[in-house]
């Protein structure tokens, strides 16, 4: 009687599992929006980073890493929020897993005409 439950409990646990979770997909590619911004000297704008798996699924909860090329130009914080600090262009990117995107932002020097 016991061998019955015990084939039986194997039985269902086969059934409802069809493959044990496998290793989460890997990051192919970070797309970072917009892919050009001009912001004034301590103005902001918001870059959003997307991250998506080989097949182009977007893949949540990655962690992402922001970094500015020219902090004299733009600052960049943890969650993408650019801040002009003077002028010039620079290159803020988002990083996930090795895998990263670039952003070019323009700072006008003051008195410059900005144009959207």
Do not use: H
């Amino acid at each position: 009687m016991r061998t019955g439950i015990v084939l039986l409990c194997a039985l269902g646990w086969v059934a409802g599992c069809s493959e044990p979770p496998g290793p989460d997909p890997v990051v192919a590619s970070v797309t970072v929006a917009p892919e050009a911004a001009t912001v004034t000297v301590n103005g902001t704008v918001q870059l959003i980073a997307t991250v998506r798996d080989a097949n182009g699924a977007v893949l949540s909860g990655r962690p992402i890493t922001w970094a500015s090329d020219l902090v004299t130009v733009a600052t960049v914080d943890a969650n993408g929020m650019v801040r002009g600090a003077g002028p010039g262009t620079a290159a803020v990117s988002a990083t996930s897993e090795g895998v990263g995107d670039t952003a070019a932002i323009t700072v006008p020097a003051p008195g410059d005409t900005i144009r959207f």
